[in-house]
T-cell receptor
Framework: EADIYQTPRYLVIGTGKKITLECSQT?????MYWYQQDPGMELHLIHY???????EKGDLSSESTVSRIRTEHFPLTLESARPSHTSQYLC?????????????FGQGTRLTVV | AQSVTQLGSHVSVSEGALVLLRCNYS??????LFWYVQYPNQGLQLLLK??????LVKGINGFEAEFKKSETSFHLTKPSAHMSDAAEYFC??????????FGSGTKLNVKP
């Protein structure tokens, strides 16, 4: 059982609100990721981190921001939520390796902006 | 650049029938390939991974996949479908920096 946790699981929020999606892992993994998933679409990488104080934007442009102050914690923030941000957000982590290490996923946060 | 194509967004099989989910990859280097399963309102769970040790990879829940370099394929199979196999399945490839690229997923429906 992977030890990676996301909160909240579901969030309905009004337009213009600031939100933070939490992600924590207890496996000591250096690499962490945020993916955005829409129905019927592939997972799109929006942010990743190789370790503390390292953050990079992914292949899909996103208005969200992330921080990595502690190894185990990788929160995602939207300063002003909009309906276009409605989606499922998946957090993942992996050991540092040459590509042959799998990613472990949290259960996701389903965000609805009304 | 890495990419993955999954043929068939929906696959329907009868219980007890063979499951075949298709995945083709594009990679400029020897690939690391993965199959994940996602149940409703859940995250992704690893089924199996190919890391060049053996071309036929066995995973959990009776699934296996065969890496075919000549066909750039990594299809997922299971000899006999069970109702509990109904879920969405994602093929993924990772690069040397551990960035994962996912296909668009295949929803498997198992009919009684």
């Amino acid at each position: 059982e992977a030890d990676i946790y996301q909160t909240p699981r579901y969030l309905v929020i009004g337009t213009g609100k600031k939100i933070t999606l939490e992600c924590s892992q207890t496996m000591g993994h250096d690499k962490m990721y945020w993916y955005q998933q829409d129905p019927g679409m592939e997972l799109h990488l929006i942010h990743y981190s190789y370790g503390v104080n390292s953050t990079e934007k992914g292949d899909l442009s996103s208005e969200s921001t992330v921080s990595r102050i502690r190894t185990e914690h990788f929160p995602l923030t939207l300063e002003s939520a909009r309906p276009s941000h409605t989606s499922q957000y998946l957090c993942a982590s992996s050991e540092y390796g040459g590509g042959n290490t799998e990613a472990f996923f949290g259960q996701g946060t389903r965000l609805t902006v009304v | 650049a890495q990419s993955v194509t999954q043929l068939g967004s929906h696959v329907s099989v009868s219980e007890g029938a063979l499951v075949l989910l298709r995945c083709n990859y594009s990679s400029s280097v020897p690939p690391y390939l993965f199959w994940y399963v996602q149940y409703p309102n859940q995250g992704l769970q690893l089924l199996l991974k190919y890391t060049s040790a053996a071309t036929l990879v066995k995973g959990i829940n009776g699934f296996e996949a065969e890496f075919k370099k000549s066909e750039t394929s990594f299809h997922l199979t299971k000899p006999s479908a069970h109702m509990s196999d109904a879920a969405e399945y994602f093929c993924a490839v990772s690069d040397s920096l551990n960035k994962f690229y996912f296909g668009s997923g295949t929803k498997l429906n198992v009919k009684p």
